[in-house]
């Protein structure tokens, strides 16, 4: 607020009604509205199919689990529960988490090097509070995610896409992008990547890969931050082990609870190198104490007496079903489009005609009761206008076939609009340095 | 990494086993491990008596008022407990909050305005991201809450201490301060303020002055982070209404369930002015999505399904209790001491003699036994070796005399060897620039 003219009152209004609009910090201006957060309130009403979004079918998890794991976390673990922890996170629970990794070939870790946090969106904070200067560079997949890129965005990062192909990051892309940033003078920080059942796209790494951008990256001292809250829900085969299992020095590893059991508890956790895992304990204590007791416990209690594996075999076989009733309705509804086939998850990626733009194109889908994820937001530098994501976690497959013949009257009627007065005038100009199709493309 | 040696292990060793370490950004040399966090390690042994740390005494809260809040929010709220919410918060919750604020005077709210976070330690970091640049000003108390100090260090932020007497901030330094930032080029960003029951003096700011430093931020345009975590936690009369009553505008009110319900819960809030609370809301969603719907159901069920109003007096008694339990036994065995005499929250601040050194006590402290958190840590400038903080609000008053006795029998130990050897050689050279004496002292 300047000093000139202190009281909001007297502000002048115009530019900004926000009277401290001044003292903001520069990162601040890197703050805005993401197109998911828009699409929850709109989505959110029950007349609308959500194929938006992205939450996970938590009525798949039966009451009875949560109750007893609560029950017996309050018999036997009551006023610790009830209490602050340490910034670490809870030993019991971060010798469980080793559990759950060595399903992903994670192997030989010590639960010393787990730092539980406030779901995984947490740890993305946390480690480009760490590692980011304002400036200094991000790689990540094309596209990428939109939470990830919002939160890269806040700390004033330079985020850079790598190609992508049917298995991956692309090697040349990736190399080239590294030789690009040292010739600018700059630092790769880290590279972001999301290998098992990406978001958005639904596109898996393959195993060969994972060996070769680990290798790239040890090489050229590049560290890997290696987010997978989806690889334990794959549909038919596994996904190939976790990066972190090649390669315990130069990988940050990123679990997290929400899938598999419940958002609502807001646990991740990280697996780190011994220096950087000492900083993130600081980082967490600095942002929030220690994460919730209650909710480690609860987890905990959880892991401890049910047979959770099962659970996941669960939420597995409802995914798939799903994903089987959206691709179905694809077929029927519209053939003429091209998609990802996603072997786990929660996403697919849709190639739209170049000629569709699939944020001007929402609201007119919302009106014919069906949302979806705009291609936009899943980039840092403003393609994706012919993309969309769909998610078939969260609705019944009947409304999935639903939304998906909505979807596609939404697009036919556009498509005969722009063949009737041609294509839309204001819709920003592609950037055809990269390709935009997806990888893995039907 | 440095690119010539990317391999950790071909490495040099010496300066820093982390091979990461010149990847890190320059705010993370501002993280560093606080002294409560050694104490909290050293401490958690049963047969030492904690009179650091400044845990809340949970074991007053009935089990049955938790379990029966559990049960409600599974039966009547489960698959949204179970899945994400917004990243404001539970709209439910932040109702309940307003009725919360009203018993301090806040009152013409609105639910629109409130923020929930995961305890307010998360607020001091969102509010902190949100306007401080590096090199920016924050004026607070002197000394101040540690967990704020860390906060504001891990963001590079010149904090300044502004000087304290029998009715909170001085108004004479307060204007001074303000003063010299400018004279230096500079802003102040924000004055954060604990009013209530302050940690770590137990101080409280006097109704005059609560309105003479809101007039006069409000004439400087200097925004106010009030934190108040303890308001609630009276003795004998009322703490003053809140500063955020007197004006809406200018004021940024924290508040947290951790001390009135549950620290284990994580959940805290913030009612922001209009611009402030998008902005905020938009922070906490880059930070961790949105807070634990789990958590905010259980505290919201908590609310509306028991006498809160009765179970904070069953706290506040018991705090009372303690708190005349330390002042007698500091009476009876350390009576050649000063300290403050709280009238609510957790903490008792003391003067010890200029030759003793709280930090290098601590030592043969905690071999006696008995842990306290020395004054250090609460001040930006190196101050505070002859202070330490007492917290009564964890041990059963029995265990407080007991701690007490071992306090005064180090203490006097300690004197007595200076007596016979001289002072400490290496403590550091206090900066006499202030009056060292905290305010209020006994």
């Known amino acids: 607020m300047p000093v000139s003219s202190p009281d909001p009152a007297t502000q002048p209004g115009g530019r900004n009604l926000d009277p401290w609009y001044d003292n903001y910090a520069s990162r601040t201006s890197g703050l805005t509205v993401s197109e998911v957060r828009a699409l929850f309130a709109v989505a959110s009403r029950p007349e609308v199919v959500s194929l938006a979004g992205g939450s996970p079918f938590v009525a798949a998890l039966p009451d009875s689990l949560v109750r007893s794991a609560f029950d017996r976390m309050m018999r036997e673990h009551g006023p610790e529960a009830l209490q602050y922890g340490g910034g670490q996170g809870i030993p019991q629970l971060r010798e469980r988490i080793l559990e759950l990794m060595a399903l992903e070939g994670i192997t030989g870790a010590s639960a010393d090097d787990v730092v539980t946090t406030t779901g995984s ?33 806040s700390y004033e990062a330079d985020v850079r896409h790598v ?13 080239e992008n590294i030789r690009k940033v040292r010739a600018e003078g700059k630092e790769v920080k880290f590279l972001y990547t999301v ?3 990406n978001n958005p796209t639904g596109v898996t790494m393959s195993a060969t890969r994972r060996q070769e951008v680990l290798d790239l990256c ?21 996904a190939p082990n976790a990066i972190r299992s090649l390669d315990a020095d130069h990988v940050l590893y990123l679990g997290s609870f929400s899938k598999i059991l419940s958002p609502g508890v807001r646990v991740g956790y990280v697996l780190a190198p011994h220096g950087i895992r000492e900083k993130l304990i600081l980082a967490v204590e600095s942002s929030i104490l220690s994460p919730s007791s209650l909710n480690q416990w609860l987890v905990t209690e959880y892991l401890e007496g049910s047979d959770w594996r099962a659970q996941i075999d669960t939420f597995r076989h409802t995914y798939r079903e799903r994903r089987d009733a959206m691709l179905a309705a694809m077929q029927e509804y519209l053939p003429q489009l091209s998609w990802t086939i996603p072997n786990g998850g929660f996403f697919m990626w849709v190639q739209l005609p170049d000629t569709l733009d699939s944020k001007q194109m929402l609201p007119r889908a919302t009106k014919e ?5 705009p291609g936009t937001g899943f980039y840092a530098d403003g393609r994706g206008h012919d993309k969309i994501r769909l998610s078939y976690s969260l609705p019944e ?28 005038s204001n819709r920003s100009d592609d950037d055809n340095r990269f390709p935009s199709a997806p990888p893995n493309i039907n």
Chains 1, 2 share one sequence.
Do not use: C, W
Request: proline residues 5%; glycine residues 8%.
């Open 121 to 153: 969106q947490h740890a993305i904070d946390l480690v480009t509070k760490l590692f980011i200067n304002p400036g200094d560079v991000i790689l990540l997949e094309t596209p990428s995610y939109v939470g990830a890129l919002g939160t890269f965005k």
């Open 163 to 175: 190609d992508m192909d049917d298995e991956g990051l692309n090697m040349e892309s990736l190399a």
């Open 195 to 197: 290998p098992n059942f």
């Open 218 to 238: 040890i090489r050229e001292g590049v560290l890997i931050v290696e987010d997978n809250p989806y690889g334990l829900l794959y549909f038919d085969e596994k």
């Open 369 to 373: 009761l069906v949302a979806y994820t």
């Open 397 to 424: 497959p009947e409304r999935i076939r639903l939304g998906v013949r909505r979807l596609a009257n939404v697009i036919n009627d556009e498509l005969d609009l722009i063949e009737t007065f041609g294509t839309f």
